[in-house]
């Protein structure tokens, strides 16, 4: 059973800096499309950053220069390094994997506070 397992949100003030992970299990990240979307109050969920099978990353406009994605293959596992947050970030954010063998699939999220 495919499952993608967020960690690391949490509440940081303006301008601090998060890293997200996604755990996944029964499939390997570094063979599927990744990517990070988020949901924030009364709004659509919204794709923030993918990472394809060949490594080609993809931003949303109101992260770039900020946010990274990264994966490391031996621990298959994603990241979303978060750099000068803004209360806007303030979100859930869910890990997604775009899978050949099993469809589509979404991690349960973690939330993400930006706040003073």
């Known amino acids: 059973q495919v499952q993608l397992v967020e960690s690391g949100g949490g509440l940081v003030q303006p301008g601090g800096s998060l890293r997200l992970s996604c755990a996944a299990t029964?499939?390997?990240?570094?063979?599927?499309?990744m990517a990070w979307y988020r949901q924030a109050p009364g709004k659509e969920r919204e794709l923030v950053a993918s990472?394809?099978?060949?490594?080609?990353?993809n931003y949303a406009d109101s992260v770039k220069g900020r946010f990274t994605i990264s994966r490391d293959n031996g621990k298959n596992t994603v990241y979303l390094q978060m750099n000068s947050l803004k209360s806007e970030d303030t979100a859930v954010y869910y890990c997604?994997?775009?899978?050949?063998?099993?469809?589509?699939?979404w991690g349960k999220g973690t939330l993400v506070t930006v706040s003073s």
């Open positions: 029964s499939i390997f990240v570094s063979s599927n499309d």
């Open positions: 997604n994997a775009n899978t050949r063998v099993y469809g589509v699939k």
């Open positions: 990472i394809t099978r060949g490594g080609s990353t």
